[in-house]
C-alpha cells in the first residue's frame, strides 16, 4: 500500500501507474493530484488488484481538483 501510495504521489502529468497483481490493504484514503494520470492494472484484469479498505475507509480513493484521470480495472472492495 506504501508503494502505491508513494507512486501517485510523485506522479508526473500525463502518465500512468500499474501496480503488480494483489490485495492492496488501503489504511488511508488513496490521493490522485497529477493532471492526466492513468491508474490501471498491470494485467489489464480487475479481479487481479484489489484495494481493500478493510470496512473502515470513508473514501477508499480521492481525485482532488485534476483533469484527465482515467482509473481502469482496479477493484475497490469493503469501502464504506
Known amino acids: ?3 502505491l501510495s508513494r507512486a501517485l504521489q510523485i506522479a508526473k502529468p500525463d ?3 500499474l501496480p503488480a ?3 492492496y ?10 493532471n492526466g494520470l ?7 484484469q480487475r479481479d487481479r ?4 479498505g ?10 482532488t481538483a485534476h483533469t484527465g484521470v482515467t482509473i481502469a480495472d482496479p477493484t ?3 469501502i464504506r
Do not use: F, K
Open 25 to 34: 490493504s488501503v489504511t488511508r484514503t488513496l490521493q490522485i493530484r497529477t
Open 15 to 17: 502518465s500512468t501507474v
Open 21 to 23: 497483481d494483489g490485495r
Open 38 to 44: 492513468t491508474l490501471r492494472n498491470a494485467s489489464g
Open 54 to 63: 478493510g470496512g473502515t475507509l470513508g473514501e477508499g480513493l480521492r481525485i
Open 1 to 3: 500500500m506504501e508503494e
Open 49 to 52: 488488484v484489489v484495494l481493500d
Open 76 to 78: 475497490l472492495e469493503n
